[in-house]
């Protein structure tokens, strides 16, 4: 315990903010030039970040895998972007979208954290509207909004179907501009393979170029870790397939400690998977699911073609198991009761690990055209994919793994238990609890990097001004880079038989079939041994062929893949020691009668928070308590 | 396929066929190639990583090829670099306005006709498909799409001459060609981004000077 500090201001929650802004220490002008800061990641929070750090004047070092910053995954966010605007009076506010976030996470979530996020939200959409980014509009100028999943106003501001990918290359375009007044230095790329620690501050990183294999020092004052999530541990995820978990890994290595790894947000309607090599789970909008009914055939292994099954031979689970919500239950519901009747046999297509999203009743009594208005890009998107029609037959679908609201503990300042090492966006855990809400991970990750990261920095900042620029021929360095060199050397030398992602593809059916969306016991513990052979048998056969001092795609991806194989202990490790069903983990020994998640607030109102005790040992479990002083903890249901 | 590929390769110990790739849904705008003699595969409208192999007959050869242009110089196999196109993007194309000083979002109203041109044009997701379509290697299509978003926003009005001048320069200076309105660029563009930006881009810049 006495190593968690959470920083969390005194004072009413609505004044906490405040008063940490009024409070935090600053750094002079002049001397933001000479701090410099590194920040590993592009994405909606990094991006973001490094802009604005550049902007105040610090010197930045900004690094990413892909060959261009515009490429990070916050690319592909769908559906929109909250803020608590209240636009269209229908009575949002900065407190609303606190407790719907706070409510949303199933009270896992800490409140200070959420709070501010929601506080910063408005400021987040005036910078993207200044910024240039191209909103849907109403008729007479102003900003649109649109409803999404588990709220009961209109918050969500949107561009299409592609949000993300706007809001992305609206951070982008500051970022350009900070990079050519010379404030940012962009390094494309670049894997982070190693975090540097001097004095047991957070000092530098170790890098690979990509292109030419070279190993690389970078030295700051200070590290800014904004990698994403872990999604692609199933390896089939809506994920880009080169997210990967290694730099917050490595940082978790190094001490800084992990929080609720097993919270993982599964995702009910995307792409299923239709062959073998397919790599991808595209992800479809849960606004299908306003006017899509979901079903089975009644019988098991029925082979004929959906539109030749009779109505009264069709199961249509959601609304035969959830009358009230039907269709509309949440995600994490949806995604458990398509899983369940594909386990007993009933799924559809031919590896019958589908259900049926079907929009033939909407289209008859709605008609084409107003179905086409509604969803008509993402009907193209799921032909496009398939090569089937949704106006002519049902969509197959299948949930897949998605978001991690888990990440790197981080402190109300978003710094971890390294001294020095911040982690925004994704990559920490602070905001979404155990579950997250539909458009509110683009709002917290702009929040990270534009208007929070900004002042807490400083608040570390200014007691570093006496520390000459960061030098990189100290042992420190060395010791680092040789570590991670040993580690690219032992991976190519093994010279088996298997490719990287044939291990991956493994140990994602592990992961899928025993940690996803419902957990137990037993399960559980046969993952953990599944998985503890599976790691021996990679280090035994792995096949990386070429050198570490050239462009090689397959040691790179050797290397997230052995650290996926740790990290998923640690996932399985956590989602044991939770004996408790809430937000997106499932324990199927708590349930209801009914089959509802059943939460135990005496015994596990906590955070999870785990150090790494060193190769071999085991984990040792710090709970951060979490304390509501303005929500009352209450349970969620569906029926 | 392409995984699929390598998969083989790799397990007959020779080296992988490098490509570049990430999102596999076509948001991100990395992957890229000839395919049959069209960037991006011969179906239009649709990224490398979207093109499926049921476009294909069984036992049909298929010729990849990476992009051609002398401003994407080849890195490896079917990897060549784009940065040329980070460049253009950091000589203008933003909007100078620092954290904290943007005004309340609804204080500057826009006209949803030019809300949602404008969203028609940002969706370019910087592939580099127009360049490698173009006989002249022109990047006209690419600055066209980024140069028209912010030409009609009020929010990119203020510095609409500096921006069009930079980028255009900058475009020069890398080496693109020019356009000659051949049309290949719109007709390959996965984004189905219109020629009709590449004629507000000349408006833009015969008004900057």
Known sequence: MEKLNSKIPDGPLSQKWIKFKASSKLVNPANKKKLEIIVVGTGLSGASAASALGELGYSVKNFCYQDSPRRAHSVAAQGGINAAKNYPNDGDSVYRLFHDMIKGGDYRAREANVYRAAE????????????????????????????????????????????????????????????????????????????????????????????????????????????GGYGTIYYLSTLAVSSNASAAWKAHKRGAFFANPGFIQIHPTCVPQLNEFQSKLTLMSESLRNDGRVWVPEVSGDKRPANDIPEEERDYFLERRYPAFGNLVPRDVASRAAKERC???????????????????????????AIENKYGNLFEMYKTITGSDPYDEPMRIYPAGHYTMGGLWVDYELMTTIPGLYAIG??????????????????????????????????????????????????????????????????????????????????????????????????????LELIKELQAEF???????GSINELNQELEKAGRVADYFELAQLLITDALNRKESCGAHFREEFQTPDGEASRNDNEYAYVSVWEYAGEGNPYILHKEELKFEEVEMKVRSYK | MLDALNKKLIEANNDPV???????????????????GHPHGPVSAITTCHLSMRYFKDGETIWIEPWRAKPFPVI???????????????????????????????????????????????????????????KNASAMLFVSAKISQFALLPQGRVEAKDRVRAMVEKMDELGFGNCSNTG??????????????????????????
Not at chain 1, 539 to 545: G, K
Not at chain 2, 186 to 192: D, G, V
């Open chain 1, 120 to 227: 910063v939200s408005n400021q987040v959409i005036d910078h993207f509207a200044a910024l240039g980014v191209p909103f849907a509009r109403d008729y007479g100028g102003t900003l649109d909004t649109r409803s999404f999943g588990g709220v009961q106003v209109s918050r969500t501001f949107y561009a299409k179907g592609q949000t993300g990918q706007q809001c992305l290359l609206g951070c982008y375009s500051s970022l350009n501009r900070q990079i050519k007044k010379g404030n940012v230095k962009m390094f494309p790329r670049r894997e982070m393979l190693d975090l540097v620690l001097i004095n047991g501050k957070a000092r530098g990183i170790i890098t690979r170029n990509l292109i030419t294999g070279e190993i690389e020092r970078h030295g700051a004052h200070a590290v800014v870790l904004a990698t």
């Open chain 1, 343 to 369: 386990d007993a046999g009933y799924g559809v297509g031919e590896t019958k690990l589908a259900v049926y999203l079907d929009f033939r009743d909407a289209i008859k009594n709605q008609g084409k055209k």
């Open chain 2, 76 to 134: 490896k196999d079917l990897i060549v670099d784009r940065s040329a196109f980070d460049k253009i993007q950091t000589a203008g194309g933003f909007i100078s306005v620092n954290t904290g000083a943007a005004p309340e979002a609804n204080s500057i109203p826009v006209k949803k006709k030019n809300a949602d041109e404008a969203f028609d044009s940002s969706i370019c997701i910087g592939c580099g498909a127009c360049v490698a379509a173009c």
């Open chain 2, 184 to 209: 290949a660029c719109e007709a390959e563009c996965p984004k189905e981004i219109k020629l009709t930006n590449i004629a507000r881009l000349n408006r833009e810049y015969y008004k900057a000077y």
């Open chain 2, 18 to 36: 490098a490509f570049d790739h990430d999102c596999r849904e076509g948001i991100c705008g990395s992957c890229g190639m000839f395919i049959n």
């Open chain 1, 539 to 545: 280090w035994r056969d792995l096949n990386v062929p």
């Open chain 1, 426 to 527: 994704e990559a920490n855990f602070s905001d979404h609890g155990a579950n997250r809400l539909g458009a509110s991970s683009l709002m917290q990750a702009a929040g990270d990097g534009y208007f929070i990261l900004p002042y807490t920095i400083s608040n570390y900042l200014a007691d570093q001004i006496r520390i000459p620029k960061i030098l990189t021929d100290v042992p420190e360095f060395d010791e680092t880079q040789k570590s991670a060199v040993e580690r690219l050397n032992k991976l190519i030398s093994i010279k088996g038989k298997q490719t990287a992602s044939s291990f991956h593809k493994r140990l994602g059916k592990i992961m899928w079939d025993h940690v996803g969306m419902a957990r137990n016991e037993k399960g559980l513990s046969k993952a």
